[in-house]
């Protein structure tokens, strides 16, 4: 999706309101990867916030300790899946190019 103009799910700018980065889990040199975008370059498009979006780094993404980096409000480690686009996925980039793209249903 990078390819396609969008950023990381977890660098909206609404980001904290839906999970809370432990900043002192993560590697030094890796912090620049929890950086939030500004409302002007972040495409959310209007969408809610998409824990399930391929493009939602994993719980213990660049962890320097092996505890977690990333939870959500509830204090439940964030599981990142890579397998496919979410059904927001799909939203945002028909939305974005207009166009309709479907989910592949053969697995």
Not at 17 to 40: D, I, P
Not at 42 to 61: C, Q, R, T, V
Not at 63 to 90: C, F, H, W, Y
Request: hydrophobic share 30%; proline share 4%.
């Amino acid at each position: 999706m990078h390819v396609l103009g969008f950023w990381h799910e977890h660098s909206r700018p609404d980001r904290d309101v839906f999970v809370t980065v432990q900043y002192n889990n993560v590697a030094k040199e890796s912090k620049h990867n929890f950086k939030r975008l500004g409302k002007g370059l972040a495409k959310s498009l209007d969408s809610p916030y998409d824990l399930s979006s391929i493009m939602h780094f994993n719980g213990y993404s660049f962890s320097t300790n092996s505890m977690p980096t990333i939870l959500d409000k509830n204090g439940n480690t964030v599981t990142a899946q890579r397998s496919d686009l979410s059904k927001e996925d799909i939203a945002e980039i028909n939305q974005l190019y207009q166009c309709v793209i479907t989910p592949n249903m053969d697995g």
